[in-house]
């Protein structure tokens, strides 16, 4: 069974980075889109970014852009999203999901989820 694996999350101090890792079971990778949605407490599921199949096509909310790099490697069957200039608002619990098509942001469209990583930004 396909299983999603997150790692790299922790406590990080405003304008520091991070890099998030999300490592699949998968060996035909290549062929699935790649997204990172994160959850505050009290808020909303948002789409972070994602990553598509084949071209490599990305995707990048706005509050993101600019500071977030998503990018994949196929051969290691992971996907990373390299966070820099963290903010406060920054902090949630980020999670990386599967999905058997195109890229989209929308989270009811992906069909595996990992566990997810805590990201915290504070000083």
């Known amino acids: 069974q396909l299983q999603l694996v997150e790692s790299g999350g922790g406590l990080v101090q405003p304008g520091g980075s991070l890099r998030l890792s999300c490592a699949a079971s998968?060996?035909?990778?290549?062929?699935?889109?790649i997204g990172w949605f994160r959850q505050a407490p009290g808020k909303e599921r948002e789409g972070v970014s994602c990553?598509?199949?084949?071209?490599?096509?990305?995707y990048y909310a706005d509050s993101v852009k600019g500071r977030f790099t998503i990018s994949r490697d196929n051969a290691k069957n992971t996907v990373y999203l390299h966070m820099n200039s963290l903010k406060p608002e920054d902090t949630a619990g980020y999670y990386c999901?599967?999905?058997?098509?195109?890229?989209?942001?929308?989270?009811?469209?992906?069909?595996?989820w990992g566990q997810g990583t805590q990201v915290t930004v504070s000083s």
């Open positions: 990553i598509g199949s084949s071209d490599g096509s990305t």
């Open positions: 998968e060996f035909t990778f290549d062929y699935y889109a």
């Open positions: 999901a599967l999905r058997d098509g195109s890229l989209t942001r929308n989270a009811l469209e992906y069909h595996y």
